[in-house]
């Protein structure tokens, strides 16, 4: 089967995560993605292991040509690039695409059916729309922060650029809404992604319960704020679990199974309300007996009572877990220098589509002499 999106041609002027993770997508799905760096290469490829893990993470089975747009030959280069695209991702400082007459106002008029997305740290109708913006930004504005990290504790970033990623994934829904409506009126358009937006997006839930309880969102470790059990750490013989069993019927059934169902009499425990007043007891309590078994037969005898516990796990471990291995959502790619490594692939599946694997990540340039008018 056809991947879905054979034939279409990306063009990504893109940094670091959010435009390249975004068209690293479009490229799994079957699209054809020219990455154009300038001279010194997408700024992640200078930054140390760091870097080099998001060049290989977000840049398999790409073309990479070099183009310096402070050139008029290498901005005509550049425009002839994006004027045969299908779409374009752009994540350059605010301005410098419009500068080198290669932003949406320039090129859409003569090519209407171009998708063309610009990705910032902030939307360009706001006071900060040319402010630099990375990820922490988008985490500390955003109330990400806020919610992160132990109550007694100071604000933490979440442990991975999730404002990055998130804006990439926005990105792609955006294209993909993008080329739909083309199909149907033959018309592509302009759409904006900014980090602090996505951010903002991924805690839709905090917000509807600031809503119903009136009172802001506030760390609290890992335990959910207004139920118990939940996201609760539990220190197992060999290793932790996180388990949730705040309804009822589950609340019940983990005390028959700990053997202390007193406690679902005890006004300590009554509700979650008041099990989120005594959490500490609570999960002194849990801990008594699920501290004496080891990880593997814990989440074995929890799954069959229905309750809902899950391993801490690992990078290793994850890489060789079970239920890892079969869904296929690590596949493999193919560095530069032309060792072999994991890396995630599409976080779904879709019948007919297998994911895309031992795709190389291109040497920086390494395709520019294909371009017209180019001799190697």
Request: charged share 20%.
């Amino acid at each position: 089967m056809t991947s879905p999106l054979a034939g279409v041609r990306v063009v990504e002027f893109g940094h670091y995560i959010a435009a390249p993770a975004a068209t690293q997508l479009l490229s799994d799905l079957g699209a054809e993605v020219v990455k154009v760096e300038p001279p010194t290469g997408d700024q992640a490829r200078g930054i140390g292991a760091y870097g080099e893990g998001i060049v290989l993470a977000y840049n398999r089975g790409k073309r990479s040509v070099v183009l310096d747009l402070k050139l008029a030959e290498d901005r005509d280069a550049a425009l002839e690039l994006v004027m045969a695209a299908d779409v374009v991702v752009q994540n350059l400082r605010a301005g410098t695409m419009a500068r080198h007459g290669l932003g949406p106002d320039d090129v859409l008029p003569a090519h209407p059916r171009l998708v063309y997305v610009s990705v910032s740290g902030f939307s360009s109708r706001s006071p900060s729309a040319r402010r630099p913006g990375l990820d922490i930004a988008a985490q500390a504005e955003s109330g990400l922060m806020s919610v992160t990290g132990e109550q007694d504790g100071d604000p933490l970033r979440v442990g991975i650029p999730i404002a990055d990623v998130a804006a990439g994934h926005a990105v792609v829904q955006a294209v993909l809404a993008a080329l739909l409506r083309r199909e149907r009126t033959g018309r592509g358009g302009f759409a904006e992604v900014s980090l602090l937006d996505a951010a903002i997006h991924l805690q839709s839930a905090m917000w509807g319960e600031w809503h119903v309880t009136g009172q802001e969102p506030r760390r609290k470790g890992n335990g959910q704020a207004t139920v118990a059990p939940a996201a609760d750490l539990v220190h197992t013989a060999d290793g932790c679990i996180v388990l949730s069993a705040y309804t009822p019927e589950h609340f019940a059934r983990l005390c028959r199974f700990i053997g202390k169902e007193w406690m679902t009499g005890d006004p300590r425990f009554a509700d979650n309300p008041a099990r989120v007043a005594h959490r500490a007891v609570l999960l002194a309590e849990i801990q008594q007996v699920l501290g004496t078994m080891p990880t593997t037969e814990c989440l074995a005898r929890l799954a069959d009572h229905g309750l809902v516990a899950a391993a801490v796990r690992g990078y290793q471990e994850v890489a060789a877990a079970e239920d890892v291995r079969a869904s296929g959502v690590l596949t493999t790619g193919i560095a530069p220098d032309g060792t072999r490594y994991p890396v995630p692939s599409l976080p779904f599946r879709l019948d007919g589509v297998e994911p895309a694997a031992d795709r190389a990540v291109p040497r920086l340039g390494a395709d520019t002499d294909t371009l017209p008018g180019r001799s190697p």
